[in-house]
């Protein structure tokens, strides 16, 4: 008994901050989503029901952000954990400049999120002197110009994703460079003496020993893709709206702070569907792992 207590003492200190500034603040969304034009001046509202959530999922403008959040989770999520394996199988072939590719990839990580954007806009941007390099590159094979920026949707959300996969890249290269180093090699050498293929190797030994991994960073990339805002922000300007641009994150931001704001019960119920979404997904993520597990 004296031990338990004990061990709640210990715990006591983080359940005070998880319930300060997790627990209640949730709490709070949740009861600021029912309450129909609440005031935060005032701290009036003029009623209770499900107005909001209906606002927000009748609103053109959440529409198209949960569309381009969408379209940036299916597209960046699988591709980035596809390329970050190769890379890192590649790196895991590469002994004597395995750490100086690890740091060179590992640098757009620690480079601030504008600036990198920045350098994207530089790239891809048309502008009174230059259609910028990949332009340059594209009419140099023969092909039209194409603004990548302020043009077509396409054109802008390709820039999105590749900007995305950029950013995300490194920190997956990290996780699974060191999950392929843990790998015991006795089951490779094995493998070997009983002449098995590269491919099968892979697949049969290889994969499902660094799966753990590769859900770990597919949950963490879905998660992080719904959070997704700052990115944009640094390539397509603070009106994502204007641009059609926008994210679920930007779009609570905007009933928050931006030229719509001050609509704290909209800004609400649009994070609460945010977490449901990525809940939702994470759920399915989890018992997708847990099924391959046994499975294996």
């Not at 949950?219 to 997704?228: E, L, V």
Request: net charge positive; aromatic share 18%.
């Amino acid at each position: 008994m004296k031990n338990n207590l004990k061990g709640w003492l210990y715990l006591l200190p983080a359940i005070l901050f998880l319930g300060i500034f997790m627990f209640y603040p949730l709490v709070d969304v949740l009861i600021y989503s029912f309450e129909e034009n609440y005031n935060f001046a005032s701290q009036t509202y003029t009623g209770v029901g499900g107005f909001n959530y209906s606002f927000v999922l009748h609103d053109p403008y959440f529409i198209q952000a949960l569309k381009n959040t969408f379209i940036i989770v299916i597209i960046t999520v699988p591709l980035s954990t596809i390329l970050a394996l190769v890379i890192s199988l590649g790196l895991s072939k590469i002994k004597f400049l395995r750490n100086l590719y690890q740091t060179i990839y590992f640098l757009p990580y620690v480079t601030n999120t504008l600036a990198v954007g920045l350098v994207f806009m530089i790239l891809f941007k048309k502008t009174a002197y230059s259609d910028g390099l990949v332009n340059l590159l594209i009419n140099a094979f023969g092909g039209e110009s194409v603004d990548f920026i302020d043009g077509p949707y396409w054109a802008k959300m390709f820039v999105m994703c590749f900007y995305t996969i950029w950013i995300v890249l490194p920190f997956k290269i990290l996780i699974l460079t060191g999950a392929l180093a843990s790998v015991n090699k006795d089951y490779y050498k094995a493998a070997k003496v009983d002449g098995t293929s590269s491919s099968r190797i892979f697949f049969k030994i290889t994969l499902p020993l660094i799966s753990p991994m590769i859900f770990y960073l597919v949950i963490t990339g879905f998660i992080g893709a719904f959070k997704a805002y700052s990115d944009e922000v640094a390539l397509f300007g603070t009106d994502l709206n204007a641009a059609g641009m926008n994210t679920i994150v930007g779009y609570v931001y905007d009933m928050l702070y931006g030229d719509s704001g001050g609509y704290p019960s909209y800004a609400a119920a649009a994070a609460l569907i945010l977490f449901a979404i990525v809940f939702t997904i994470t759920v399915i993520n989890l018992l997708i792992s847990n099924k391959t597990k046994v499975t294996a």
